[in-house]
């Protein structure tokens, strides 16, 4: 039944538990959960909260991890009215949400648009005792950068550590992009570093992000450096980053230096089947 649902055939999941339950099987929150599961998968959410009718009528009672697969899929699918009513139906049933609960509704906010309610909730719970995590911390940072509030931005990650939680590569890369976007030069070099010398390996995104807030502030001898590096360390260049680099050759604003890194650039791309 799981692995129907894992592949988006609920229908079939659905006869298979018909089936059980007609030869005797009693359902319980586990194989209900499954079904719920999969009906979000598939964007059904309307049958999946149907299916939690149907186990209070049986007396089972749904879970945490049922309602927040349940709030999930309402997320998914933009009903996030729906979803907010649903978290306020299950601490009516005596079900406290779970840090992962809250944090499903907080990105969802976040991807909505929502940036202040997203923050206003975040607030409310971890005063109420809620430890976030460096996921759902992430996920603030890159709406603050993306709604301009970098400042923002770089107080809450500066404030990791003392929430007891370890920035990853993407804090780092979310962080590093918003200050390159957002003309904090000195802040993103200084991010940078930190990385670098806190043992970060630069991956891809990370190469890509600097190569081009390099390039926006013309710096173009730094970001020639760290592109020799990327092609180094074999990573490709995305199609923006592509894009800038055939502009500057195109436009003749490229030193010898640079002009051979770059051709060591397009080798490589071109080794790899991929075009600048």
Do not use: W
Not at 83 to 108: E, K
Not at 244 to 268: C, G, M, P, Q, T
């Amino acid at each position: 039944m799981h692995g129907y649902c894992l592949h988006g055939k609920v229908k079939h999941a659905r006869k298979i538990f018909d089936i059980m339950v007609k030869q005797g099987y009693t359902p319980c929150v586990i194989s209900y959960s499954i079904l719920i599961e999969g009906y979000c998968k598939v964007r059904k959410v309307d049958k999946a909260l149907d299916l939690i009718s149907e186990m209070y009528k049986k007396r089972i009672i749904p879970n945490i991890v049922t309602y927040t697969t349940l709030i999930n899929g309402f997320c998914r699918v933009g009903r996030l009215k729906e979803a907010f009513l649903l978290l306020d139906d299950i601490q009516n049933h005596g079900i406290f949400p779970n840090m992962y609960t809250y944090s499903i509704l907080i990105d969802s906010l976040l991807k909505n648009g929502k940036l202040d309610e997203a923050l206003k909730l975040f607030r409310t719970k971890e005063r109420s005792g809620m430890v976030p995590d460096i996921v759902l911390c992430t996920s603030l940072i890159d709406g603050l950068c993306k709604a301009g509030k970098i400042d923002a931005a770089h107080e809450l990650f500066c404030k990791l550590h003392a929430r007891g939680l370890q920035p990853n590569s993407h804090t780092y890369n979310v962080l590093l992009g918003g200050l390159f976007k957002n003309g904090k030069l000195n802040a993103a070099i200084n991010l940078l570093q930190e990385m670098m010398i806190g043992g970060f390996k630069l991956d891809g995104v990370t190469y890509n992000l600097v190569i081009q807030g390099f390039l926006r502030y013309n710096k173009i001898k730094v970001a020639f450096s760290f592109l020799d590096r990327m092609v180094s360390a074999g990573f490709s260049a995305n199609s923006h980053t592509s894009s800038i680099l055939v502009h500057l050759l195109a436009i003749n604003k490229l030193d010898d230096a640079s002009k051979e890194v770059l051709k060591k650039f397009f080798l490589f791309m071109n080794k790899k089947g991929l075009h600048a």
